[in-house]
């Protein structure tokens, strides 16, 4: 009997080393249990300048995932707005989905301000439907949920590399007689051509915000100007005689020449 009794506390003390060997007895092992960790690495650019711009992500898991379809998605931003503050925007305004991964850039604010998109990977997706009864209507909703998502920030905004001044509608300004005026207009690209975004109209001149460009004149004993908006100046003439109006934002300028007679 005492040899039966030592047997068995000799087992139990062998079973209990062998659980113990194998690691947390409750650890998740179920990599579609939302509680099995899963880390990412989300690859691709970290900001983004012009629009138009085409961006490419992919993603890894540690550990492998055994269903490597990633799905993609954009998720809600916060940005900066001038007289408005802190503003949600949904990323799917400013970045469009094409083939997995890869993203379009459809707007962005214009630099300095920026507005930070969250660029969403998900997997291990599963499919659940539902019958329900809605306005006593038999309707069938199917969701797909992801059983784990990475993100990876993206900095986005619009950098200019070129102005252009216009007088009102052609990049020349005719003679003005002194005393008289006329307007000065200035337009911004970025890398790819476009125009500012939301400014890509002629006449959209918002009367308050940062100015686009700082105007001078050259002698203001022949012309002074007066800014009107973020984007104009109206040149006044004053005396006969010809002198230049310049535009510049950082580094980057340009000019036209003013005639009064």
Known sequence: MMRTRA?????????????????????????????????????????????????????????????????????????????????????????????????????????????????????????????????????????????????????VSQRLVRIQLRCPDTHACATVAAGDTLSVWVDGFDARGFQISGLRTLTLNPLTGPPLAAYVIRDTTIATLAPVGIRAATVTGVRAGTTWIVGSRGALSDSLQIVVH
């Not at 931003?77 to 503003?87: H, L």
């Open 7 to 155: 047997r068995f506390f000799a087992l139990a003390l062998t079973a209990l080393a062998t659980g113990a060997s194998c690691g947390e007895p409750y650890a998740v092992r179920n990599p579609y249990d939302p509680d099995f960790p899963v880390t990412f690495t989300i690859t691709g650019p970290d900001s983004v300048h012009s629009l138009g711009d085409i961006v490419q992500y992919a993603a890894q898991t540690t550990p492998p995932f055994p269903d490597t379809a990633f799905r993609w998605a954009v998720d809600t931003t916060t940005t900066f707005r001038q007289g408005v503050g802190s503003v949600i925007v949904d990323g799917a305004t400013l970045f469009a989905a094409g083939a997995p991964g890869q993203f379009t850039v459809i707007d962005a604010p214009l630099e300095p301000a920026t507005a930070t998109v969250l660029v969403a990977a998900l997997i291990g997706s599963v499919d659940t439907t539902e019958e329900r009864e809605v306005d006593s209507l038999h309707v069938t909703i199917r969701t797909v949920v992801p059983r784990h998502v990475g993100y990876k920030a993206v900095a």
